[in-house]
């Protein structure tokens, strides 16, 4: 099962000719979930032919504009296809609100159900058959939340040499044998499915940080994630500033992922103060820390695999 984040837009404040605001899109298999929608967010989806209209959830971090200014026209786009699955939204006070006063004020032309779910407690909020996900707290100059979604332990390998050689025949036992169950053999001796399937092997973890300043909570929370999308607002000499506005530096987003002892890092959400050029010096920061860690650019892929 593939499962892939593209960066959609990576800056924060404000949108530049080169680097649109801060949105994630994470595709597992059939479904898409988007991680905010700042000004830029469709011309990326169009760019990277990406099936948009089947968006099944949208997942907003907070209320600033430069994550959510991106969303209406997602709304009404969304009414010129065929879409009658309901498109659900999550966020923290106030999201309601927006999106609701949106559609009044534009007089938007919406043919599909729209679920709103404000977030007023951490936990579980989405979910399907083999993952969920979660949001936790953050602290900004207004009500933030970070997002993890986690997959199920899949089941461990089946042997069938193994199954052979216990002289369990070819056929539905083995599917009883694959799916937990005992069953008897040609001997009439009872196999457990322990004998011929491996232990469960791990899912995966994508994670999602950003506009809040350094909390030592945020580590257990994206804990062991195989990706983390990490807000590295400022350069280490700008840490007050970052401090002011309750944002980060690249070191203490490194720290984070030091401590989680997740798998690979991407920092997002640059201040507008940084060209491009400029970017290495929070990078170069951040890998002191955290090695395996990259900056994200528009239109970036990041496939995210499983490690057995």
């Known amino acids: ?27 597992r ?23 948009w209209k089947k968006i099944n959830a949208i997942f907003v971090s907070h209320t600033h504009a430069d994550h959510v200014t991106g969303l209406p026209g997602i ?17 923290p006070p106030k999201i309601a609100e927006y999106i609701e006063t949106s559609r009044k004020v534009l007089d938007m032309y919406i043919n599909y159900p729209i679920v709103v779910n404000e977030i007023t407690e951490p936990g579980v909020i989405y979910g399907g058959e083999d993952f969920y996900i979660r949001s936790f707290p953050l602290e900004h100059t207004k009500t933030c939340v970070g997002y993890t979604l986690e997959e199920l332990d899949r089941p461990g390998e089946f042997n069938p040499e193994k ?17 937990g169950e005992s069953v008897l053999n040609e001997d009439g001796v009872e196999i457990s499915s322990e004998q011929v399937v ?14 809040t300043m350094y909390l030592p909570s945020i580590a257990p929370e994206v804990q062991g994630s195989d990706l983390l999308i990490c807000e590295g607002m400022f ?14 530096t690249s070191t203490q987003a490194a720290q984070i992922a030091k401590e989680a002892g997740v798998k690979k890092m991407g920092l997002i ?24 860690t990259v900056l994200t650019k528009d239109r970036m892929k990041f496939d995210i695999i499983y490690e057995d």
């Open 269 to 292: 959400h640059y201040s507008p103060r940084y060209t491009d050029n400029d970017l290495h010096v929070l990078l170069e920061e951040a890998r002191e820390v955290f090695p395996e």
């Open 29 to 51: 298999e059939g479904d898409l979930f988007l991680f905010d929608g700042g000004e830029g967010t469709q011309v990326s989806l169009k760019r990277l032919n990406l099936k």
């Open 163 to 179: 199954a052979m050689e216990l002289k369990v025949p070819k056929g539905p036992l083995w599917g009883k044998l694959q799916h």
């Open 1 to 27: 099962m593939n499962m892939e984040a593209f960066i959609l837009g990576c800056g924060g404040m404000m949108p530049l000719p080169y680097r649109h605001l801060t949105s994630v899109l994470l595709r």
């Open 75 to 91: 709304l009404m786009l969304s009414s010129q296809v065929d879409r009658t699955e309901p498109l659900y939204i999550f966020g």
């Open 235 to 248: 350069s280490r000499d700008c840490s007050d500033q970052a401090k002011e506005k309750k944002h980060m």
């Open 198 to 211: 491996g232990k469960n092997r791990s899912g995966r973890k994508f994670s999602f940080v950003t506009d």
